[in-house]
């Protein structure tokens, strides 16, 4: 358990922690431009997102690293990634289909977007970061995210990370992450900043690593 100079008290979550936590991870993401093109309907918006962060929880909480604040106000789901990526599991997508329903392609077409472009160097995965809505910017995100940098410092990991709105992606920039190319969602979709956090050296933080391949550009 750590506790920060802003008192904020971090410690791994547990399954007795799942309802809070769920509800923290879908309230905080229930607005943004990533949650209106993948729900564009808000009235199923919320039940949808419960169902779908229920799943994410309890993934985390098996395969993962979840940090959360003494109170359970947030909520950080990492996932060591020693190897290059190997696909999207078809239990996964099942899950996937099952908690989101009529939802599921732009869900699935995220994954594999997500999939498809992430860099192949060993790292951390930050794959979803939440504070509950009223309890944002009081320093919550900034101490979990530390929390789990300084344990990926000692043993000289990179983290990675996908930033889903300009301001998000200027409090990784602050704690040493360097953006790589942008994603484009398809169909009228937002944008996503995927971002980087290597060992800095003299001449800054570290470069955005190799991801995968490239789509083939079309012929003119
Ligand atoms: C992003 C988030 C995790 C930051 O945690 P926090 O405790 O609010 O942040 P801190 O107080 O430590 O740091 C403040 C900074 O966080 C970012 N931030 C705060 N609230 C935010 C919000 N609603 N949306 C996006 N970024 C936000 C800003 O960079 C802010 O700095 P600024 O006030 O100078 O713009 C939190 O606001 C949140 O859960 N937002 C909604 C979900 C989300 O966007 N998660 C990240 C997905 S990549």
Same mark, same amino acid.
């Given at each position: 358990?750590?506790?920060? *100079?802003?008192?904020?008290?971090?410690?791994?979550?547990?399954?007795?922690?799942?309802?809070?936590?769920?509800?923290?991870?879908?309230?905080?993401?229930?607005?943004?431009?990533?949650?209106?093109?993948?729900?564009?309907?808000?009235?199923?918006?919320?039940?949808?997102?419960? *169902?779908?962060?229920?799943?994410?929880?309890?993934?985390?909480?098996?395969?993962?690293?979840?940090?959360?604040?003494?109170?359970?106000?947030?909520?950080?789901?990492?996932?060591?990634?020693?190897?290059?990526?190997?696909?999207?599991?078809?239990?996964?997508?099942?899950?996937?289909?099952? %908690?989101?329903?009529?939802? %599921?392609?732009?869900?699935?077409?995220?994954?594999?977007?997500?999939?498809?472009?992430?860099?192949?160097?060993?790292?951390?995965?930050?794959?979803?970061? %939440?504070?509950?809505?009223?309890?944002?910017?009081?320093?919550?995100?900034?101490?979990?995210?530390?929390?789990?940098?300084?344990?990926?410092?000692?043993?000289?990991?990179?983290?990675?990370?996908?930033?889903?709105?300009?301001?998000?992606?200027?409090?990784?920039?602050?704690?040493?992450?360097? %953006?790589?190319?942008?994603?484009?969602?398809?169909?009228?979709?937002?944008?996503?900043?995927?971002?980087?956090?290597?060992?800095?050296?003299?001449?800054?933080?570290?470069?955005?690593?190799?991801?995968?391949?490239?789509?083939?550009?079309?012929?003119?």
């Amino acid at each position: 358990m750590t506790q920060t *100079r802003n008192r904020v008290t971090v410690r791994p979550a547990t399954h007795d922690d799942a309802g809070p936590l769920i509800s923290v991870l879908a309230e905080a993401f229930v607005d943004g431009p990533v949650a209106d093109w993948l729900i564009p309907d808000p009235d199923d918006r919320r039940a949808v997102y419960h *169902r779908y962060f229920r799943k994410v929880l309890l993934h985390g909480l098996a395969h993962g690293e979840v940090d959360t604040t003494a109170d359970l106000a947030a909520v950080a789901i990492w996932y060591p990634r020693p190897e290059r990526p190997s696909g999207i599991p078809a239990e996964h997508l099942a899950a996937l289909e099952q %908690a989101t329903g009529v939802y %599921a392609p732009k869900f699935t077409l995220l994954d594999a977007m997500f999939e498809a472009f992430h860099p192949q160097e060993p790292h951390h995965h930050l794959a979803y970061l %939440a504070v509950c809505p009223e309890r944002q910017n009081r320093g919550i995100g900034t101490a979990l995210l530390r929390h789990h940098h300084r344990q990926l410092d000692t043993l000289g990991v990179p983290a990675y990370l996908e930033a889903s709105n300009t301001r998000n992606r200027e409090l990784y920039r602050r704690l040493g992450y360097r %953006a790589g190319p942008p994603l484009i969602l398809p169909t009228a979709g937002p944008t996503i900043w995927r971002m980087w956090r290597g060992q800095p050296s003299a001449a800054g933080p570290a470069a955005f690593p190799a991801t995968g391949p490239r789509p083939r550009r079309r012929a003119r």
